[in-house]
């Protein structure tokens, strides 16, 4: 019996004929213990982040599609399209993001992204590393834009590039975009915390907060990159529904008192003076 579904998809088309989900792509496959092996790798490699790429491709979500077509499909989803076709040049324009005024979006993300020797296209290459064909769908356009605006969620939750600061981030997603990756990394990055450092952080208040905050806050992926970073930081936090990050920030302190740095939290003979600069 023909999927009418399945061809429905496959011809879907957006104004300017591009298609909605290229037939020739491959239908993702859930597994589990797939997803926890790479889990298990990243752990051991905190740097390769192509393990969470793989995470996500081995528990595809089912809302993802849905999600897809509702923007792609919109007048707003074309209007991104023709304005910001890829973000990667966009954000990484130091040069244009620095006209903006201080207390911006665009010198927040600048500061970040320089003080932590990061790059939009840097994480393009990560993504590449994993060779998967490009088809040029909306999908594609869909899954790059959703990739390219997480360094930006960082600066917009307060949340840092530490371990639990990237859970949270990662938490935040899945509340903004739910799938069992952003939960598995999430929450499993939390309890690994939880196992190998003894302190009364509350490490999961701080994820359930992101969480939390995620679903409160509007979908980055359908906003206009472009118009964000021009406003103010503390405005666009207040507009969003981001809370200040106390849980988080609770953390760090009781970390620092327990004489542990929480940017490097499995390093062994924790100095007690490192209390003294936070």
């Not at 298990?40 to 595809?60: N, Y």
């Amino acid at each position: 019996m023909t999927d009418h579904n399945a061809i429905r998809s496959a011809i879907e088309c957006a104004r300017d004929g591009t298609p909605l989900r290229d037939p020739r792509r491959v239908e993702p496959t859930y597994s589990l213990p797939r997803a926890y092996g790479h889990f298990r790798d990243l752990l051991k490699d905190k740097e390769e982040t192509s393990h969470v790429f793989k995470i996500f491709e081995a528990l595809p979500s089912k809302s993802f599609m849905p999600r897809v077509r509702a923007l792609t499909l919109s007048e707003q989803g074309e209007k991104l399209r023709a304005e910001e076709p890829f973000l990667p040049p966009i954000l990484d324009d130091h040069e244009a993001l620095r006209r903006f005024p201080e207390g911006s979006v665009a010198q927040a993300y600048c500061d970040f992204m320089e003080r932590e020797g990061l790059s939009a296209a840097g994480l393009v290459a990560e993504a590449d590393k994993l060779g998967r064909p490009k088809y040029g769908d909306l999908v594609e356009w869909f899954g790059n834009r959703s990739r390219d605006t997480h360094d930006l969620m960082h600066v917009l939750t307060g949340y840092g590039r530490d371990g639990l600061g990237e859970q949270c981030v990662l938490l935040f997603t899945h509340g903004q975009s739910p799938s069992h990756g952003h939960l598995l990394i999430g929450y499993a990055g939390a309890l690994n915390i939880k196992k190998s450092v003894k302190s009364k952080a509350p490490v999961f208040r701080a994820c359930r907060q992101a969480q939390r905050t995620g679903v409160a806050c509007p979908p980055l992926v359908e906003m206009s990159i472009r118009e964000l970073l021009a406003k103010d930081l503390q405005a666009v936090r207040l507009e969003l529904n981001i809370p200040e990050p106390h849980w988080y920030r609770e953390c760090h302190r009781i970390w620092r008192e327990e004489g542990i740095d929480p940017y490097d939290l499995l390093a062994k003979n924790q100095e007690p003076e490192l209390a003294a600069a936070a």
